[in-house]
């Protein structure tokens, strides 16, 4: 990617300090929001219906569609600590339509079903954008579409073998710099219709109030250790909390980048540390600098890619590139302080807008993705169908967690579905291997990701022979 871009044109040390210089070490969008309710913790023994472990999107969503489905279910959500406070509180806010982890990556895993896969996703956000006009879902929701954008000349290339319509259109470097003034962008494609930005916590707590206004029951600082189920299909399974259970008919996981609570899934998820940097707001003279009146989702195009895009108070986000992973499938609150990634993020930056030079960040923060060998969410149950689960949504879990929701609801309730006969949904990706080969086999492979990206993109053995077999490592 434009590594060689960046390297080339770093700005002074001295403009990366200033810029970092008083930032706070905590998502923007958790400190962005003030007077959420709180909910108390689980105590004692109570039944419901449906049990959901996890507070986040997934779980939220879930919550919501099975009570939309039937207003009668009692639904029982748990959290180990916050609504909100992991991975659906730290993105960057980009609701996409692709389900499948972009065109490419749903091409070459499901060629025979991808037209399918792209028809539901695109469903999925329309049906996310109804749901916040009709639910009124205060959550900054904009539907800006996003650039796709070439700072190397070979990247020029991949973008013209796009198939452009009235809603995908190729942009050359006058026409991507009239949309966003950067000095690295030398082309884009333009997706008007499969992308939205919003607040990312304020989804959450959105979600959270018309959840209890369905009469969901929320508990948070409520971990969860064990889900024991014994005998038949119809029995209950019990979940365990620290000062309480639920006993309930069906259960659904939404843990994301977490140990999975079923053995037989935690070598199907590693989590991998990704790093933001949240500008303090534009002046009028910054923005008329560099434009972006249409407020598009941005993304370059390597494997160490940047996302970044425009808050409604006119910040600007900036994260990606660094994804990171700790030997042991470790998930620690120390990880997420990573000063060189924050001023790597930080010289990027102005190496993409250096017009903004003297620009400070007032926020830093870092969070785990749920990283999967085939990209994006998969899904299954277990215990006889009691519990089901997804995870492995790899960086794209705001608007898939809305579909992986109808999923889970679906196995749930026994139903064959489209959704349920999907392959991408019937069959489970590889699981990574145990350590210590997993960390070689992650190590070696962000060294080829790194080495592409110095090499016009072109892959080496070590790239193309996880291509054959299907495993992968992305953010």
Known sequence: MG????????????????????????????????????????????????????????????????????????????????????ASGRNGGFCEASITH??????????DEYAQLDRLGMQNLDEIEASVASLGLNCDFERTGSLD???EPHEIEWLTETETDNDTVFLDEAAVRAEVNSPTYLAAIWNKRINAIIHPSKLVHELARVATELGVEIFEKSP??????????????????????VRATRVALATNAF???????????????????????????????????????LADMANQFHYYRMSADNRILFGGYDAVYHYGRKVREEYENRPESFERLASHFFTTFPQLEGLKFSHRWAGSIDTSTQFSAFFASAR??????AAGFTGL??????????????????????????????????????EPIASLGIQATRWSLNQADH?????????????????????
């Open 3 to 86: 590594k060689v871009v960046f390297e080339r044109n770093a700005p002074a040390a001295s403009v990366i300090s200033h810029s970092l210089e008083g930032s706070v070490q905590k998502s923007f969008w958790i400190d962005d929001v003030t007077g959420v309710p709180t909910f108390p913790v689980l105590r004692g023994d109570i039944t419901a219906d449906l049990a959901i472990v996890g507070g986040g999107y997934l779980g939220l969503w879930t919550a919501v569609l099975a009570k939309q489905r039937n207003p009668d279910t009692k639904v029982v959500l748990l959290e180990a600590r916050e609504l909100g406070w992991a």
């Open 102 to 111: 972009g065109e490419a990556n749903g091409k070459s895993r499901w060629p």
């Open 149 to 151: 954008v070439a700072i």
């Open 224 to 245: 969860v250790r064990e889900v024991e189920t014994s005998g038949g299909p119809t029995d209950a399974a019990i979940v365990h909390s620290r000062h309480g259970t």
């Open 259 to 297: 140990p999975s609570l079923l053995k037989r899934t935690r070598l199907h998820t590693v989590p991998v540390y990704d790093y933001v940097l949240m500008t303090e707001p534009l002046s009028p003279a910054q923005l008329a600098s560099i434009g972006w009146s249409n407020r598009q989702g």
């Open 384 to 389: 006889n169908g009691r519990v089901a689960y």
């Open 397 to 434: 879990g705001v608007g898939a967690t809305r579909f992986a929701a109808q999923v889970l609801l679906d196995k749930l309730s026994g139903l064959t579905t489209e959704r349920t006969e999907l392959q991408m949904v019937k069959k489970m990706p590889l699981p990574f291997p145990p």
């Open 455 to 475: 090499n016009r993109g072109r892959r080496n053995v070590i790239l193309k022979t996880l291509d054959a077999v299907g495993l992968g490592f992305d953010s």
